[in-house]
């Protein structure tokens, strides 16, 4: 999305038309969470983005996630400790970080302690954990731009129905996932008196495990308390509900999936005729059902009013023609 936003950004600016668009793309705080980039180093780290007891919360869920079976009270004791001393520092202003409270468990008289701790460290170096645990130099991710697209790139998450030991790879990033559920958690309920808006697009990568589901749980709570909006966008009416979770959304665009006639049919709680299946599968592009807050279901057309800005959406990359 990113690169083509910069690409329709840049034409339009070497021609000199739209301003109106260009303002809107530059207004745009894009985040690409690449930890080859040392300037996103930290990012997502605790000590950084999130204060008091959020901080310790998620550090200790991080690194849990890390240490897995090797974790024991001694070692949790230990870390706990430590982030509580290097979080009274960072509210005094000093810049530290998670790498600071790795080194501080190596010290530690204990050597099951200090080889967390060197584990810890180690695991960091060179790798995407970089961006939540950092030496605190960096400032952490924003909350406070009106438009922010954050991308992030290198995860490998494990599937929810695994019984088998977590991969190095798949417990990375889960810790990520964890400081971007705090992240996107931070982001609704910042001020209850602004209306914020979150959009979560290809949502069935945060299905897919126990923890991006409860970040979803988590947002939709969120929205009803904080004055936050959730906008679910998936390819499939599945991904809408769990056995966990039985929360329903307000709205709902259904656009046409061939395989999934019935059960859309189904989720808007529409009788399943003959009729309304062919309502539903004759639809062409841009049409969609339309569920209301009141609960009304209608047919609609999405007409898309400024050609311009369709350039925006151009953003699969295919060498395919038609013939």
């Not at 009274?88 to 790795?102: L, S």
């Not at 970040?215 to 769990?242: A, C, W």
């Not at 807050?293 to 311009?308: A, H, S």
């Not at 800005?309 to 295919?318: A, R, S, Y």
């Amino acid at each position: 999305m990113r690169k083509q936003y910069e690409k329709v950004l840049k034409e339009h600016q070497e021609k000199g038309n739209f301003k109106e668009l260009q303002d809107y793309i530059q207004s745009i705080n894009f985040i690409t969470l690449d930890a080859r980039d040392k300037n996103n180093h930290g990012a997502l780290d605790p000590l950084i983005f999130l204060k008091g007891q959020e901080a310790r919360d998620l550090a200790d869920s991080m690194i849990d996630t890390l240490l897995g079976k090797d974790n024991s009270l001694k070692i949790r004791n230990a870390y706990l400790k430590s982030l509580d001393k290097y979080l009274a520092k960072r509210e005094h202003g000093e810049k530290v970080g998670m790498i600071h409270v790795f080194k501080d468990l190596m010290k530690h008289p204990d050597t099951s302690v200090q080889e967390a701790g060197d584990f810890l460290l180690t695991a960091v170096n060179q790798s995407i954990l970089s961006l939540c645990f950092s030496d605190g130099q960096n400032d952490g991710i924003s909350v406070d731009s009106k438009i922010t697209i954050l991308e992030i790139n290198g995860l490998n998450l494990p599937t929810d129905n695994r019984n088998v030991d977590l991969t190095s790879d798949e417990k990375k990033s889960l810790t990520i996932m964890y400081a971007l559920g705090y992240y996107c958690t931070k982001f609704g309920k910042q001020d209850r008196t602004i209306e914020t808006i979150e959009f979560f697009d290809e949502a069935w990568f945060f299905n897919s495990t126990t923890v991006g589901k409860q970040i979803l749980k988590r947002m939709k709570r969120v929205g009803r308390s904080e004055n936050n909006f959730l906008v679910f966008i998936t390819q499939s009416v599945y991904d809408l509900s769990s056995e966990e979770d039985g929360t329903g959304f307000g709205s709902v665009f259904a656009f046409l999936e061939d395989t999934e006639i019935d059960a859309v049919l189904n989720y808007l709680k529409i009788p399943n005729t003959e009729t309304t299946k062919e309502w539903l599968g004759n639809m062409t592009m841009a049409q969609c059902i339309y569920l209301d807050t009141f609960g009304r279901k209608e047919r609609i057309t999405v007409d898309g009013m400024f050609p311009e800005i369709t350039q925006l959406f151009n953003t699969v990359e295919t060498k395919l023609q038609a013939v």
